[in-house]
């Protein structure tokens, strides 16, 4: 158990809805960071949040936004949902700027 | 800009050696990094290596780093059908972004 917590662990909608996934980061980690996981495209980097705020942005669509909360836990945000977004998100933490990333099981999105 | 490259496969025998390479862009990076995937499971650190280290070894696990020409192996000794996974390498510039490579899937045959 790497004491980071996804929710939901799968989930299954309709092209043109939306959805949130949430993270919940190990204890006292204030680094969380969002990956998506394709078949055909390994693991892309999302985004970064540090203690609330965004510190860095990788490949995420205008579709998608994500924030980290003051209690530190954090939601990706996926709309206007396509076929093509049916992906693993994974959510991963780490006490600071540095070390090792502890990461969540995931959510498996699946658009229908 | 940042890039990680790995092979997408490789097979070995119960057994044998396994060596997985990755190459990497960013000659800034603090920390090299192996992660595991295991089917249906989230990404478990393996080992990691600091950019001043050309070698770190924990039990079956061999790093090696040639930071002049930017390339990461990951040897795997007497590797095990249960060391069948989904291996990435990832470089971390600290502070920056953690960037992963496409992952190297090890299949171990009987």
């Known amino acids: 158990d790497s004491g980071v917590t996804q929710t939901p662990k799968h989930l299954i909608t309709a092209t043109g809805q939306r959805v949130t996934l949430r993270c919940s980061p190990r204890?006292?980690?204030?680094?969380v960071y969002w990956y998506q996981q394709s078949l055909d495209q390994g693991l892309q980097f999302l985004i970064q949040?540090?203690?609330?705020?965004?510190?860095a942005k990788g490949n995420i669509l205008e579709r998608f936004s994500a924030q980290q909360f003051p209690d530190l836990h954090s939601e990706l945000n996926l709309s206007s949902l396509e076929l093509g977004d049916s992906a693993l998100y994974f959510c991963?933490?780490?006490?600071?700027?540095?070390?090792?990333?502890?990461f969540g099981e995931g959510s498996r999105l699946t658009v229908l | 800009g940042e890039d990680v490259e790995q092979s997408l496969f490789l097979s070995v025998r119960e057994g044998d050696s396994s060596v997985i390479n990755c190459t990497y862009t960013?000659?800034?990076?603090?920390?090299l990094y192996w992660y595991k995937q295991e089917p249906g499971a989230g990404l478990q650190l393996l080992t990691y290596?600091?950019?001043?280290?050309d070698m770190k070894q924990d039990q079956r696990l061999t790093v090696l780093l040639n930071k002049k020409d930017k390339h990461l192996s990951l040897r795997i000794a007497d590797t095990q059908t249960g060391d069948s996974a989904i291996y990435f390498c990832?470089?971390?510039?600290?502070?920056?972004?953690?960037?992963f490579g496409p992952g190297t899937r090890l299949s171990v045959l009987p």
């Open positions: 949040y540090y203690n609330g705020e965004e510190r």
């Open positions: 290596i600091f950019s001043n280290m």
């Open positions: 204890s006292g980690d204030l680094s």
């Open positions: 991963a933490s780490r006490s600071g700027l540095g070390g090792e990333l502890f």
């Open positions: 990832a470089e971390d510039n600290y502070g920056q972004n953690f960037v």
């Open positions: 960013d000659s800034s990076s603090t920390y």
